[in-house]
């Protein structure tokens, strides 16, 4: 399957500090990328679908301007959590689309903790 | 509003048995069907993908849809301790979305 990864795959940052996480396809250009959180022992949570030389759609109750989505390239999504919170500690997950509707390839997460 | 369900669990096996982990969704017009694993920890990655009634076949997994039940599952043939994990369950939606919706997923657990 295509290759997706994701930087960092854990950072620990103080409240109120912005961080970036980046994902790349690595082996397939990805025109739409997703970006999901994870709670400890819940269910994944799409937050927003970012799409390549557009603004990103956001899922209702995710702050854009919190959770700034950028998607510059057909290989490059980044996400920005900014002026980070304690609450905002979670699993950061990207995903691309292969082009089959529904098939997703993960890239391995980012962890984050705001202290 | 459409509906991934699947029972949380754990559900427990011993080793060399096999797991059924099963799956009902809502949305009738529903065409794609997918099983993800996730261990502890770490991000998803698709095992398998159906799309038409029956089964399917790949190696110790077998997934099987029943489009007219609005059931899927997935068989685990001569578990491992390594297939320890939480099954997530995806089906994408009619009209071709690319976005699929996930149940909760059911935790697994082979034991020796």
């Known amino acids: 399957g295509a290759v997706v990864s994701q930087h960092p795959s854990r950072v620990i940052c103080k409240s109120g500090t912005s961080v970036k996480i980046e994902c790349r396809s690595l082996?397939?250009?990805?025109?739409?990328m997703f970006w999901y959180r994870q709670f400890p022992k819940k269910s994944l949570m799409l937050m927003a679908t970012s799409n390549e030389g557009s603004k990103a759609t956001y899922e209702q109750g995710v702050e854009k301007d919190k959770f700034l989505i950028n998607h510059a390239s057909l290989t490059l999504s980044t996400l920005t959590v900014t002026s980070a919170h304690p609450e905002d500690s979670s699993f950061y997950i990207c995903?691309?689309?292969?082009?089959?509707?529904?098939?997703?390839?993960f890239g391995e997460g980012s962890r984050l903790t705001v202290l | 509003q459409k509906e991934v369900e699947q029972n949380s669990g754990p559900l427990s096996v011993p080793e060399g048995a096999i797991a059924s982990l099963n799956c009902t969704y809502s949305d009738r017009g529903s065409q794609s069907f997918f099983w993800y694993r996730q261990y502890s920890g770490k991000s998803p990655e698709l095992i398998m993908s159906?799309?038409?009634?029956g089964d399917k076949e790949d190696g110790r997994f077998t997934a099987q849809l029943n489009k007219a039940s609005q059931y899927v599952s997935l068989l685990i043939r001569d578990s491992q301790p390594s297939d320890s994990a939480t099954y997530l369950c995806?089906?994408?939606?009619?009209?071709?979305?690319?976005?699929?919706?996930f149940g909760r997923g059911t935790s697994l657990i082979v034991h020796p």
């Open positions: 995903s691309a689309s292969s082009g089959s509707p529904g098939e997703l390839f």
């Open positions: 082996d397939f250009q990805a025109t739409t």
């Open positions: 159906i799309y038409s009634n």
């Open positions: 995806a089906v994408a939606a009619s009209g071709g979305s690319y976005i699929p919706t």
